[in-house]
C-alpha cells in the first residue's frame, strides 16, 4: 500500500517564505454520477467569493475513503496516481462528477521507503531525458489531467535540475503545477513564476494526524484562512486517514458553505492566475 508517512507534517508553518504565493480555493457541489456543475455566473467576480480548494491525495490504488471522497457533495479536485490498479477509473469517474483531476506524481523524498513511491517515480539519479520521459508517461496514464502536484517528493522539488523539466512538460501538456509543498526549501514557486505559470501551492495539511478532531480544526483553519486572504488551498488524503478525511469533508459542508466557496484548482489557477492552458504537444487528457 502506498502511504505517505511523516513527510508532509511539520513544513508548512515557513510558509511565509513564498509571500508571492497565494492560497487556494477547492469543494464545490457533486452528487451522483450525473452530477455536473455549473460555472459561476458572470455577474459574479470571482473576488467577491472566499474560495477553498480541496486536493485529494493518493487515489488509484482502491484505497480507503476513495468511494466516499467520489461520493461527495462538493466539489473536489482528485490526484490520482499513475500506473496503479484503479488509476483510469478513479480518474473518469472523478471526471464525470465533475471533479478536477491531476496527477498525483511519484517523487522522491529526503527521508523515506522506495515502496511508498510507486511506479514511475521521479529520482535524482535519472537524466534529463529519463525525467522527462516518466513525466510525460505519467500524464498519458491519468485520464482528464488538468494538473500535477507531487507524492511525497522533499527532495526533488528543491532540486532546479529536475524541477525545471517537470515544469516544461507539464506547461507543453496544458498542465500547472501545484507544490504539494513537503519541503520549505522547495523551488517550485520560483521556476513556475520564471516559466509564466501559476506559482499554486498547498496552505494546509488536512490530515496529517489521522484524528477527526484534528482534520476538523484543520478545516477549520483552512476555511478561515480562506475568509482572511480570499483563497487556501488544502491537501487531504485516502488510505490510512481517508475514512475519517472524508466523514469530516462531508459534514463540513453544510457548515462552512456560506462562509466559503468550494472549488476545483482548475477554477482557481484561472481566475486568481489567469491561467490558461496553451498545450504545444499533443496530449490525450481531453
Not at 517564505?17 to 456543475?37: F, P
Not at 525545471?164 to 517550485?188: A, H, M, P, Q, Y
Request: aromatic share 4%; with cysteine; net charge positive.
Amino acid at each position: 500500500m502506498i502511504r505517505k508517512k511523516m513527510e508532509h507534517s511539520y513544513l508548512l508553518g515557513t510558509r511565509s517564505r513564498w509571500l508571492i504565493i497565494l492560497c487556494v480555493v477547492s469543494m464545490l457541489s457533486v452528487g451522483t454520477a450525473a452530477t455536473t456543475y455549473a460555472e459561476p455566473a458572470a455577474s459574479e467576480s470571482p473576488a467577491n467569493h472566499k474560495r477553498l480548494a480541496i486536493i485529494i491525495d493518493d487515489v488509484g490504488n482502491d484505497m480507503k475513503g476513495t468511494a466516499e471522497i467520489l461520493a461527495m457533495p462538493v466539489k473536489l479536485t482528485v490526484a490520482v496516481m499513475p500506473f496503479l490498479p484503479t488509476t483510469k477509473k478513479d480518474a473518469i469517474a472523478a471526471h464525470e462528477k465533475g471533479m478536477d483531476v491531476i496527477v498525483h506524481m511519484p517523487m522522491e523524498p529526503k527521508k523515506g521507503r522506495p515502496e511508498w513511491l510507486g511506479p514511475g517515480a521521479i529520482t535524482s539519479n535519472l537524466t534529463d531525458e529519463e525525467v522527462r520521459s516518466r513525466v510525460e508517461k505519467a500524464i498519458d496514464d491519468v485520464p482528464h489531467a488538468i494538473g500535477m502536484n507531487n507524492h511525497m517528493g522533499s527532495k526533488i522539488t528543491s532540486d532546479k535540475r529536475i524541477m525545471s523539466i517537470v515544469l516544461d512538460v507539464c506547461k507543453e501538456r496544458g498542465l500547472f503545477f501545484v507544490d504539494s509543498r513537503t519541503n520549505f526549501r522547495t523551488v517550485v514557486g520560483e521556476l513556475a513564476i520564471s516559466k509564466n505559470m501559476p506559482p499554486v501551492g498547498n496552505d494546509i495539511f488536512l490530515d496529517d494526524q489521522n484524528s477527526k478532531q484534528h482534520i476538523r480544526k484543520q478545516l477549520d483553519m483552512a476555511a478561515q484562512r480562506a475568509i482572511d486572504k480570499d483563497i487556501c488551498v488544502v491537501i487531504g488524503h485516502v488510505g490510512h486517514s481517508g475514512m475519517n478525511t472524508s466523514a469530516v469533508i462531508r459534514e463540513s459542508v453544510s457548515r462552512l458553505q456560506n462562509q466559503v466557496q468550494f472549488v476545483g484548482i482548475g477554477d482557481l489557477v484561472r481566475d486568481v492566475w489567469n491561467w490558461r492552458a496553451a498545450p504545444t504537444l499533443p496530449t490525450d487528457n481531453k
